[in-house]
């Protein structure tokens, strides 16, 4: 999976809006499509302060390489806008994420509460029970915490039924 240019826009956004602290969790680990400096000069369109000696080179996610020699990390996003707690939730390690769980089954208490500001770049069509897949989002927040959510749909033939002209 990966942020589009929008999202990464979205996300400096709300920062400059209302702060982003505390817990970050992404949904499934993200391909960020820009070089270090091109997310460092993202982020200045909305924000005052980012440091960009805490970019980092992305080197676990699958789709990293494609377009640059050297994609930034999709932690260093927060990371550049001082924060520090970043993590990501898979249903494997495979990628690197630090939280193991299937978003098909109920949330264990251990996951509750746990994130104060959730980013998920298309999970819904890419689970199978996505009203669960939702509830997991949402309870994995704490009280106040902020969910940015950029779903994608396809016209792939569904059930043998296809989309009418």
Not at 89 to 105: F, K, R, T, W
Not at 125 to 133: E, H, L, Q, Y
Request: charged share 25%; proline share 5%.
């Amino acid at each position: 999976m990966g942020l589009s240019y929008q999202m990464i826009d979205a996300i400096g956004r709300e920062h400059a809006y209302r702060p982003i602290t505390g817990d970050v969790l992404f949904i499934g680990r993200q391909a960020v499509p820009m070089t270090p400096a091109g997310l460092a000069t993202k982020l200045r369109e909305h924000c005052r302060i980012v440091d960009e000696t805490k970019i980092e080179i992305d080197r676990f996610t699958s789709d990293r390489n494609k377009h640059y020699a050297e994609q930034a990390s999709d932690r260093s996003i927060f990371r550049a806008l001082g924060v520090n707690r970043v993590k990501a939730v898979d249903v494997s390690p495979y990628e690197g994420a630090e939280v193991i769980h299937d978003l098909n089954q109920p949330l264990p208490d251990s996951l509750r509460g746990t994130a104060d500001f959730i980013v998920d770049s298309s999970v819904l069509d890419n689970v199978f029970d996505p009203a669960m897949g939702l509830r997991n989002l949402t309870e994995m927040l704490r009280p106040g915490g902020r969910l940015l959510m950029s779903n994608a749909w396809n016209t792939r033939d569904v059930c043998g039924r296809r989309p009418k002209n």
